[in-house]
């Protein structure tokens, strides 16, 4: 079952500007995790933010969460041609597994 | 650095065949999973393992088993492979669950047609 989704399915800027990646949610969580894609390979962790936390940063990454409205954000600042890759939110679903969503696909333009 | 080896990284294989997809992580986790990744269906959890022998259901595990022999190992089985299970194959570990904050880690998948 689906718990995340990501909005908008894809994005295209240009470099040097700001990516902004929303996630909604459904049920309750104790953290919230962003992964990167880059095509065809597997995924990388790229943050956590946990439920007590509202918002997050590393590097160039910035990461909210609002558990009143189950909703997340991730904004890649200065984007770069090789942030282009697809960017997914992952729940804690039960106590073993992340569920995830079906991803934003960021396209940077040099 | 945490490593997840699939051993294969491209395969074909015929309907009806049983396929073997093969994981090895390098850094003693307790969890394994496996994932399914479809364009439009995002990543579907097929099983997962929190122990050695030990194996849970996912989302999706119909037409798939699994075996966790070693802690280390974890391998995927399609009984008997059909088209609908082209896709591409994302092995993962943690320490342990991701509710306790703790990050998975992916290999670089498997991709498998079924012809």
Same mark, same amino acid.
């Given at each position: ?13 240009? &470099?040097? &500007? ?34 007590? &936390? ?57 | 650095? @945490?490593? @997840? ?6 395969? @074909?294989?015929?309907? !009806? ?24 269906? !995002? ?14 259901? !996912? ?6 088993? @699994? ?12 009984? #008997? ?11 993962? #570990?943690?320490? #342990?669950?991701?509710?306790? !904050? ?14």
């Amino acid at each position: 079952s689906q718990q995340g989704e990501e909005d908008p399915q894809a994005l295209s800027i240009q &470099e040097g &500007e700001n990516a902004t990646m929303n996630c909604s949610y459904k049920t309750s969580i104790n953290n919230l995790q962003w992964y990167r894609q880059n095509s065809g390979r597997g995924l990388v962790h790229l943050i956590l933010i946990r439920s007590n &936390e509202r918002e997050k940063h590393s590097g160039r990454l910035r990461v909210t969460l609002d558990t009143s409205k189950k909703s997340s954000s991730l904004l890649i600042t200065a984007s770069r041609a090789a942030d282009t890759a697809s960017y997914f939110c992952a729940t804690d679903v039960g106590y073993s597994t992340l569920t995830f969503g079906k991803g934003t696909m960021l396209l940077v333009s040099p | 650095d @945490v490593k @997840v080896t699939q051993s294969s990284r491209y395969l @074909v294989k015929r309907t !009806g065949e049983k396929v073997f997809l093969e994981c090895v992580q390098d850094m003693d986790h307790e969890n394994m999973f496996w994932y399914r990744q479809d364009p439009g269906l !995002g990543l579907r959890l097929i099983y997962f393992s929190y122990d050695v022998k030990m194996k849970e259901k !996912g989302d999706i595990p119909e037409g798939y088993s @699994v075996s966790r022999e070693k802690k280390e190992r974890f391998s995927l089985i399609l009984e #008997s492979a059909s088209t609908n299970q082209t896709s591409m194959y994302l092995c993962a #570990s943690s320490t #342990s669950g991701p509710r306790s !904050g703790n990050t998975i880690y992916f290999g670089e998948g498997s991709w498998l047609t079924v012809v």
